[in-house]
């Protein structure tokens, strides 16, 4: 983990540990070796176990610790194939530090975080508009209240933070 993500992992809490293993399997061991972890960040390019393979590997050994994606692939097919792997949340390496630590906070409070690119329709040649059934659908399975939806969906057709608080 850089040293960057420590520092901003380390806002989160004063005080709070902060483990970096340099591959799949050495997290996997200081997992192991600790009871009390609150959060997994997994890099789907880490050496050894990597990609899709190695969230369903870390849900599968440890499915209470939520696990957070933070990855420099953030194309939709990519995002949307880790929430439906079980991650609690997806954040590009690109996004600004205030929204990895926002992102975070939101996570360890029980939500998920999806950053907005992924929540847009797809474009280019040949994709069709989502349609209203399979949006709902879409939500259905990332495991969000009804509330966070509508908030969700506030999000990603740009309304401000007011307006949606409102």
Known sequence: MSEAVQSVVARLEPGA??????????GFAIAAAESDLD????????????GIPALKAWRRRHPEVPVVVLSSADDRPTVLAAIAAGAAGFIPKS??????????????????????????PAAGPGARPARAAESARSLETLGLTDR???VLKLLAAGKSNKLISR
């Open 17 to 26: 540990e902060v483990l970096a293993a340099a591959d799949s399997e050495r």
């Open 39 to 50: 959060l997994v960040l997994l890099d789907l390019n880490i050496p050894g176990l990597a």
């Open 95 to 120: 996004s600004p530090n205030e929204v990895l630590l926002s992102a975070l906070r939101l996570v360890l409070a029980g939500g998920k975080y999806l950053p907005p690119e992924a929540l847009a």
């Open 148 to 150: 966070q939806a509508q």
